[in-house]
């Protein structure tokens, strides 16, 4: 499975745009990136994925570089209920593969 | 709502103790995946289940154990039960067992070992 990176922490301010960056440098060529969220203490919760082009759907867009090295997911009106920790996951397309989560990025809205 | 359904939501019991989760995966879904949470902990994968086959093992510890039914539902059974056996037990489903898959996750159970 491909190592992804993402920073610890970040905030952003409602209703504002948030951009949580993620690299996966080591991404090959059939390997989706796929953005999950976990609210406090609550099942993890989908967001996105995505292959190659740009991705957007009623939650987020996702932005996947040319290179496929690294992506960013937006949530454009960032809200309260916003707040989670963001994780970017790579699982690769192996049946022996296991999805495995990482630290993610804890993002904080701020009023 | 995921679809996916975790019973109970919360268990209280003593060490030395046996409990078992049950999962009941989305309709349609023919993969089952348990995951433990500690505290302040990340997920830790432990066991995948397709199709009423073992897919994947993580770091799950000898005392417990899972199967997937024809049914398709699964159990986490935890025996000898510790302390630091209390966590949130997350279950999850995919249609397909390939990682490539997007997964979606139960409620979880809360388990508390006292």
């Known amino acids: 499975d491909a190592k992804t990176t993402q920073p610890p922490s970040m905030d952003c301010a409602e209703g504002r745009a948030a951009n949580l960056p993620c690299n996966h440098s080591t991404i090959s060529g059939n390997e989706y990136v796929y953005w999950y969220r976990q609210i406090h203490s609550q099942g993890p919760q989908y967001i996105i994925h995505?292959?190659?082009n740009n991705e957007t759907n009623e939650m987020a867009s996702l932005i996947i570089t040319e290179d496929r090295k690294s992506s960013t997911l937006i949530l454009p009106h960032a809200t309260l209920r916003d707040t989670a920790v963001y994780y970017c996951i790579v699982p690769g397309y192996s049946s022996a593969s296991k999805i495995i989560f990482g630290s993610g990025t804890r993002l904080s809205i701020r009023p | 709502d995921s679809g996916v359904t975790q019973t109970p939501k919360h268990l209280i019991t003593a060490t030395g103790q046996r409990v078992t989760l049950r999962c009941s995966p989305r309709?349609?879904?023919?993969?089952v995946y348990w995951y433990q949470q500690s505290l302040d902990q990340g997920l830790q994968f432990l066991i995948q289940?397709?199709?009423?086959?073992?897919?994947a093992k993580g770091n799950i510890l000898e005392r417990f154990s899972a199967q997937q039914f024809p049914d398709l539902h699964s159990e986490l059974n935890l025996s000898s039960l510790e302390l630091g056996d209390s966590a949130l037990y997350f279950c999850?489903?995919?249609?397909?067992?390939?990682?490539?898959?997007?997964?979606?996750f139960g409620e979880g159970s809360w388990l508390t070992v006292v």
């Open positions: 309709s349609g879904d023919l993969s």
């Open positions: 289940y397709y199709n009423g086959e073992e897919r």
């Open positions: 995505g292959l190659k």
């Open positions: 999850a489903s995919s249609v397909g067992g390939d990682s490539g898959n997007t997964i979606y």
